[in-house]
């Protein structure tokens, strides 16, 4: 056994827990397995990521999670091995802030669209009305990416996992990553899918191309923007007053919402079969005003 197993590995004159340790209630290996990495999802949000998480204690890993070090090293005989279920851990989005829908953003898209139901009378304000959503989501969108340590933290995985060696955990990150993405893909094209439909408009048929495709690239040009934040603070800052897309009035508009919009709105066309009186208008804003409506 090398000297570093030997190091990482719990020895059998490892003296008996005395005080508190003594007196602390028995956790099943699933509880502590969950405490630990909970603990150490914490720490690495907290103080950003490396891929070798060097800057990761494993004993003070074991500290915050409170649980004994016996059942640590029964889960896990080497450190090297929780660590490569950290790094899973974190590819799957296992924080609350990434795996979760937003309540907020949902309510938000609610209330534009019935402050400008008016909007909804001619073709090109309903477009119109498209990219007022997307100019405010936008918004809204890059700055819970750019102030969460937790997607700072998966973006920066997503960056740097190929620097992992060759062999099962890269492939098993790797494949985590894809799925995390393509949950949030799931979630972002069925809400464009959604309020699109509401608003009587369509996907461009001769584009041949899906609500899936457009969530894609719309998530990519905001993720890539908050990557280049930190160097470019102009990115949260710059604003241009101007109509891009026919509104009544010309509006402040961000860097990641001209962006999102100009993807967006290339895509999507009033959709002909769709006519709209007081009737049509109405029910928009009974779907709107109803408590059960999402966008998923």
């Given at each position: ?123 090109d304000t309903r477009r119109a009305l498209a ?19 937790e997607w700072r933290t998966y973006f920066a ?9 060759a062999g099962d955990l890269r492939t098993e ?124």
């Amino acid at each position: 056994m090398s000297q570093r197993e030997e190091a990482g590995k719990v020895g059998s004159d490892t003296p008996a827990p005395t005080g508190a340790a003594r007196r602390r209630r028995r956790l099943s290996d699933e509880q502590t397995e969950q405490r630990m990495l909970s603990a150490a999802l914490d720490m690495v949000n907290s103080a950003g990521l490396t891929v070798s998480l060097d800057h990761i204690s494993f004993e003070d890993v074991i500290r915050d999670a409170g649980v004994s070090r016996s059942a640590v090293y029964r889960r896990w005989p080497y450190k090297d091995l929780f660590f490569s279920d950290l790094l899973k851990a974190l590819a799957r989005g296992a924080s609350p802030a990434i795996g979760g829908g937003n309540a907020d953003a949902v309510e938000n898209v609610r209330q534009i669209m019935l402050d400008h139901l008016d909007w909804l009378r001619t073709p090109d304000t309903r477009r119109a009305l498209a990219a007022e959503v997307l100019r405010q989501g936008a918004r809204s969108e890059f700055e819970t990416f750019h102030r969460s340590a937790e997607w700072r933290t998966y973006f920066a995985l997503q960056a740097t996992f190929l620097s992992l060696p060759a062999g099962d955990l890269r492939t098993e990150v790797e494949q985590a990553l894809a799925a995390s993405d393509a949950a949030l893909n799931t979630r972002v094209a069925a809400a464009y899918q959604r309020v699109t439909e509401l608003i009587g408009l369509r996907l461009r048929p001769e584009l041949d191309t899906s609500f899936h495709d457009i969530a894609t690239l719309a998530t990519a040009i905001i993720r890539g923007l908050v990557v280049m934040a930190p160097a470019n603070p102009d990115i949260t800052t710059r604003h241009v007053h101007a109509n891009p897309f026919a509104a009544p009035d010309a509006a402040d508009w961000s860097q990641p919402a001209l962006g999102m919009a100009a993807v967006v709105m290339t895509f999507v066309e009033p959709d002909p079969a769709v006519t709209w009186d007081d009737d049509r208008i109405a029910a928009v804003r009974a779907t709107l005003e109803s408590p059960t409506w999402t966008m998923t």
